[in-house]
Each structure stands twice: as structure tokens, then as C-alpha cells.
């Protein structure tokens, strides 16, 4: 899945499509009502204009690979028949301290220093992902909300 501008289209990762989600499993935790996840995923040929003050600036292809465990919490319920059933989906949240993110940058010296710093992104990848996810999560909550567990054996 790619996410783009809150905008969720099928894609690989190619240029064009900033985050390319590429495998996501999943534990449901019930007890705690919340989903755990392990995402995992990239950006390519992500340009990046660098200015670094000495002449024209420099546009840097980037490639990003990444991974890390997210939270899905939710809320759950009884409807009239006492079938648990979804009430909420909450906003998603991601474990910083799992992140692993893997940067490459071509476009020259000034590029391979931006590749240097990649920590500073972690942040910003954390934030674009969150939101992105956010966005995705008012039509689940429209959609979900109500339906029944299939096991109701918890």
C-alpha cells in the first residue's frame, strides 16, 4: 500500500509514491484492546533539495528502507444481542525506539552527507507515517464501528 497525501494506492516503492508499506503482521491483544504490529516498508527516489549555501542547490535521490512496531488501540463493546463488537479504532501509535531506518543518498558529496545524518529523520518518517495512518482511520471507524468480533470466545 502506498501512502500518498492521505491517499492510499497500490505501489512498490516506485518513484511517485513517497511511502510504500510492504509487509505489516500482527498480533490482536484483546485483554488490552489494542492491535500490535510490525510494519515494514520504503521510500525511493524520494528528491531532496539541499542548499547548502555554496552555489546551486543540490538535489539528492533518496532511497529509505524502514521498520517498527505500531499500536493499533481500540475500544470494544456490547450491542443489544451481547455480541462484543467495535466501537472505536483510536489513533495509531508508533514504538520510536523500534524504528530502524536504512538511508542512502546519490547526488554527490553534499548528498552523501545528507545519508550521514539519517537519524534526524527517524522523527520525521515517525510523523508522515502517523499522520498518513490517521487519516486512513476515519473511514475504518466509519466502516468497522458496530460490526461483531467473529470469535466471541475471548
Same mark, same amino acid.
Given at each position: ?17 513517497? /511511502? ?22 520504503? /521510500? ?27 499500536? /493499533? ?13 467495535? /466501537? ?67
Amino acid at each position: 500500500m502506498c501512502i500518498r497525501d492521505s491517499e492510499a494506492t497500490e505501489c512498490d516503492g516506485l518513484p511517485g509514491c513517497p /511511502v510504500a508499506v510492504t509487509e505489516i503482521t500482527a498480533i490482536l491483544d484483546m485483554e488490552n484492546e489494542r492491535l500490535i504490529g510490525r510494519m515494514e516498508g520504503n /521510500v525511493r527516489s524520494l528528491t531532496i533539495r539541499v542548499d547548502s549555501g555554496f552555489g546551486a542547490p543540490s538535489n539528492c535521490q533518496v532511497d529509505i528502507d524502514f521498520s517498527g512496531d505500531m499500536i /493499533v488501540p481500540f475500544v470494544t463493546g456490547f450491542d443489544d444481542e451481547d455480541n462484543l463488537i467495535l /466501537v472505536e479504532i483510536l489513533p495509531i501509535e508508533f514504538d520510536r525506539d523500534s524504528v530502524e531506518i536504512d538511508l542512502s543518498a546519490r547526488g554527490g558529496f553534499i548528498c552523501s552527507l545528507l545519508a550521514g545524518f539519517q537519524d534526524l529523520f527517524v522523527e520525521d518518517l515517525i510523523g508522515q507515517l502517523e499522520m498518513a495512518a490517521g487519516d486512513l482511520l476515519f473511514g475504518l471507524n466509519v466502516e468497522l464501528a458496530g460490526l461483531p468480533f467473529c470469535d466471541q470466545d475471548f
